[in-house]
Nanobody, 115 residues
């Protein structure tokens, strides 16, 4: 069974930066898309950023210009560099990996931005 593990969440002041990392293990097929979702209490889950295997990325409008997604296909990792963080970025961030048409998810990591 594919497993995804996130790291890098935490508490940061507004305007600060955090870098989230996610590594997929027990992967026996090529990973297609990878990315990050977030969900805050009482809100719908939101796609933050996604990146294809060839590096084509897309972002939610709310994070464009502030967040950068990257991946390493050899290591099965996907990172999310988050700059100029805002209190409204506070959420649980979860990574996902699409493999053979099926989405696998990590447990999520909390990001809290204080004002």
């Amino acid at each position: 069974q594919v497993q995804l593990a996130e790291s890098g969440g935490g508490l940061v002041q507004a305007g600060g930066s955090l870098r989230l990392s996610c590594v997929a293990s027990r992967v026996y097929f090529s990973i297609q898309n990878m990315g990050w979702y977030r969900q805050a209490p009482g809100k719908q889950r939101e796609l933050v950023a996604a990146i294809s295997r060839i590096g084509s990325a897309n972002y939610a409008d709310s994070v464009k210009g502030r967040f950068t997604i990257s991946r390493d296909n050899a290591k099965n990792t996907v990172d999310l560099q988050m700059n100029s963080l805002k209190p409204e970025d506070t959420s649980v961030y979860s990574c996902y990996a699409r493999i053979a048409g099926y989405d696998y998810w990590g447990q999520g990591t909390q990001v809290t931005v204080s004002s």
